[in-house]
């Protein structure tokens, strides 16, 4: 799932299955082995739900990922790029378009180019989520300082 994760990023998960969305980072069992995809797609059968999912850089969608697959849903990633709370309503919306994106890559001639441009845009928001982070915590400590003087 680089660039959003990266190797070493500590996950918050939510177990059981709940509400899934598309756009929601899922953790799930295939084939002895527990994957973190995006899910880019849900379509009802007869025998229940089934969710399509992708990795961000991968051109191929995994194998249709029955409920009873799904281990549970990431709420938050903390690594070296800060905290990411997956469940806050701008990253809703950004997860949705970057399923949207990762599904059109899947299903175009153009893939290189769409996907190239979804990890431009999951660079941006995570520095810009750093920057953030980092400006309230150089504002935290400043009024720490300010008052310090004051006394």
Known sequence: MAPLLKPGDSLLI?????KIRIGDVIVFKASEKLLVHRVVSRRKTGEGEILLAKGDRSRVF????VMGQVIGKVLEALGSSGRLRLTSR???LTNYCLATLSRLAANSDRAGRTLSIMV???QLVRSRQLARAIGHRFRTNASRDTRSHRA
């Open 14 to 18: 939510q177990h059981g299955v709940g």
């Open 120 to 122: 431009r845009l999951i």
């Open 90 to 92: 701008s990253w809703r």
């Open 62 to 65: 995994d194998e249709p990922i």
